[in-house]
């Protein structure tokens, strides 16, 4: 196959488009000439994969490129260029308007740490004429210009990363966040040693924060490290990655859900909330299956399967699991080859309603809130919801045990690609999802594999929405878990990042267990949980909008659309009947009936039976008297 497809996150260029590209770019570009036959490219391009996930938010400043040389179509452009031997790593200049067939790299290290310090050289290397559009300064600053923000106010916040000459690590983060705005990175020099004395800096590197309100305060993070420091920052409260004008921005400060005028309640990032969990379950049985008029084949198997995964590993509340069971069961006892999924609504919602089982009716979103409403929500609760299932089922490794799917580590992951593939509303999400699972998913042996695989695959797709329109601004794509919720997950290997995986095994399984599951606004008879519903009442079809999805050109998914002609929010009209101004099923009706029948037959025997009676009685007392 190819060594590079679109997935990766740098640019394949041709001998199309290559002058063309180089030419007067607004950035800097490192191409590598590589050809497809040469063992050591193949065995090199995960290394140059790695790099260019590594420097992505530096795009503004430098790009990365690839280019196969043995690929005809490219065979004069390689010759133009005078490319010798593979891999060739040619280094070209921003703005650059005469031809220039760049400088090349000579040196034998080719290490990412190596490579990235050569590229922030590189950088430094423009002038003042031809330095990148939207690349910060990278020279460090001074004593005074420093000293200028101790108790300025301002509408950004500064961070300054105080380290020796020879440290790259300042120069990093200012290009890590070189697309973000809310804060503005500057470097400066151990040798300021005036500055250090006044800030109470004694060892480098260290980072300091000048806060918007004019307050300032070293910077808290668990290790001096790149990567901590870059995710510190990406996470302030009022940081976020600079959109295209056509996504709005909300205000950070009082940002309201607009068509539903509902306030962001605060949450806690650490934790895992039960109404996410109960309201992406109920917009999945009422709403994302419903679209479905009856289930059968494949269909119905996924579901069956779906259903045996959530109602043996949810750790949900009583009503919800027992719900899950009572529907299992009664997937599991009928032998019927298809079924209409008005069938299986009635069942959730009126037959088991009459026994206390319940799973509540509307959509209330609290750790997957969006700062608005095309948001977050349903993705992020489906998200939550497998995480949580991959780790019960490693915890308790018999739950699936006499079902269809015992003894599998694959169970909960297969539940979830079918589901993903048949039912998601997503289309793209789903073809995406199904990519990964083709490509990796049969290596998962154990079930604690299974849990790494999801998180895996979770920041595979975290790194490539980053920057999409998808991202809520208020809640950047990140690799996660983020630094401040697990520090020991984190590494650096020869400069490079690294996730320490025993960690963050075990980080998940507490995150995603059923004790860090908080059940803060669960309640649905309580009156404050009504007055916090975020969508409201899930007839409000405005409200129902699958959140997260990419504006594609069909739009909104096929099904949704549906949704929002007839006016239900999706849900499937149940058959209730009015009678009396009561909603009654017809399985209600038909005991009434039923009822009502027997009475009469039971009415109409005491009739006869007492008339024979007192018949005979008559004829015996008549006898009598005569
Ligand atoms: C299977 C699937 C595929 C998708 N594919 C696409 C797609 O191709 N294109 C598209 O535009 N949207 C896609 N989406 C939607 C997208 O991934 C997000 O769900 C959506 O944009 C909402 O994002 P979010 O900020 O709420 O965070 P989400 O990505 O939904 O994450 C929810 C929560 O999970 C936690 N989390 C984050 N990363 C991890 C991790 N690696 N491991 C464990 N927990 C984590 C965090 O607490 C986060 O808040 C997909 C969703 C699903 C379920």
Redesign the pocket.
Known sequence: GRLYTEQDPLDILTGDTLKQTLSNSSTAWLVQFYSSWCGHCIQYSPTWKALAGDVKDWTQAIRIGVLDCAHEKNFDICKEFSIHFYPTFRYFKAHSTTFDIGKTYRGADREIQTVRQLMVNFIQNHTRQNWPAGCPSLEPARTENIQSLIGLKSDHYTAVIIEDEESYIGREVILDLMPYEGVVVKRVLNSEKVLLEKLGITTAPAAYLFYPNGTHAGMDVQKKIRFFFSSFLKLLPGVHRKHSPSVQQPEPAAFKDQSTSELYRDFD?SK?YMVDLESGLHYLLRVELATHKTLEGVELKTFKDFVTVVAKLFPGRQSVVKLLETLLEWLVSLPLEKIPYEAILDLANNKMRISGLHLTERVQWL??Q?SSVA??????????L??VLTVQAASRPDALANTALEDDPLAVLQT?RQY?GMF?G?R??????EEMAQESMSQVKSLDEAVLW?????????A??AG?????PM???????TPDLCPTCHEEQDGLHVWNEDMVLAF?KK??SAANISPKYTSDIHPEAGAVAANKAISTPSSVII????PSPEGIPKHMKQTDESGTGGIQKEPNLPFLGLGFSGVDMSLCVLLYAFSCVFLMLMFFFFRVRSKRWKIKNHRLHV
Do not use: A
């Open positions: 990032k895992v750790g997957c969006g948001l977050r929500g349903y993705p992020c609760s489906l998200w939550t497998f995480h979830m993903i998601f997503c793209e999400c789903g073809k995406h999802f999801l998180w895996r695959k979770h920041n595979q797709v975290n490539r929405l999409s329109m998808s991202e809520d809640f950047p794509k990140t690799q996660w878990p998940l995150h995603y959140k997260g999805l990419k």
